[in-house]
């Protein structure tokens, strides 16, 4: 099992310039996640998929765009990118249950996360 | 103002010390509560998980919640130079989201 997989690793973009940030998931997991991670700003929520099909706002989704691709992928999108938007991305799956309460089951696992430099 | 507080300053240890590391939360709907551990350059990984009020022990660490006070707690103890990482706090609201703190920094010192 590699859990959460992302790419690129690292990216550099000039402002402008577009690009996806790629999310793979193996373990079968109904919900998926984009986290953006700045200094003395925590882990802030981007765009999250409860289910394959759905796509719903998160804290932060000015400038980005999500695709539900199946139940394994789930892409992030910057179509013009600019410095604002310079941080460590990461992707996180879970497999939520109907209720969506929580529990042990559900907890989120985090991939390796995809460092981005906007010049 | 953040669902979950945690005052994002670095905390430097003595190898061997107990770490102590704190969050607030304003909702009282939240139940389930968890600790992240984040080593530099990768992804947070779960290190503790509760539910409710308690505490919850696993080897050296030691997760508290206090509903009353809306107070989590991790503590660290006998703490080893491989414990440095930062540390954010969760806990789980509508539609599995997580709001997080904002992470400590901690380094133990060998």
């Known amino acids: 099992n590699a859990g959460v997989t992302q790419t690129p690793k690292f990216q550099v973009l000039k402002t402008g310039q577009s690009m996806t940030l790629q999310c793979a998931q193996d373990m079968n997991h109904n919900s998926m996640y984009w986290y953006r991670q700045d200094p003395g700003m925590g882990l802030r929520l981007i765009y999250y998929s409860a289910s394959e099909g759905t796509t719903d706002k998160g804290e932060v989704p000015n400038g980005y765009n999500v695709s539900r691709l199946n139940k394994r992928e789930f892409s992030l999108r910057l179509e013009s990118a600019a410095p604002s938007q310079t941080s460590v991305y990461f992707c996180?799956?879970?497999?939520?249950?109907?209720?969506?309460?929580?529990?042990?089951?559900?907890?989120?696992?985090f991939g390796p996360g995809t460092r981005l430099l906007v010049l | 103002q953040k669902e979950v507080e945690q005052d994002p300053g670095p905390l430097s240890v003595p190898e061997g010390a107990i770490v102590s590391l704190n969050c607030t939360y304003s909702?009282?709907?939240?139940?389930?509560f968890m600790w992240y551990r984040q080593y530099s350059r990768k992804g947070p990984e779960l290190l503790m998980y509760t539910y409710s009020s308690g505490n919850k022990e696993d080897g050296r660490f030691t997760a508290q919640v206090d509903k009353s006070s809306k107070y989590i707690s991790l503590f660290i103890r006998d703490s080893q130079p491989s414990d440095s990482a930062t540390y954010l706090c969760?806990?789980?609201?509508?539609?599995?989201?997580?709001?997080f703190g904002k992470g400590n920094q901690v380094v133990v010192i060998p």
């Open positions: 996180a799956s879970s497999d939520s249950g109907t209720s969506g309460r929580g529990g042990y089951q559900e907890t989120q696992y």
């Open positions: 969760a806990s789980i609201y509508g539609n599995n989201r997580l709001a």
């Open positions: 909702n009282s709907a939240f139940q389930y």
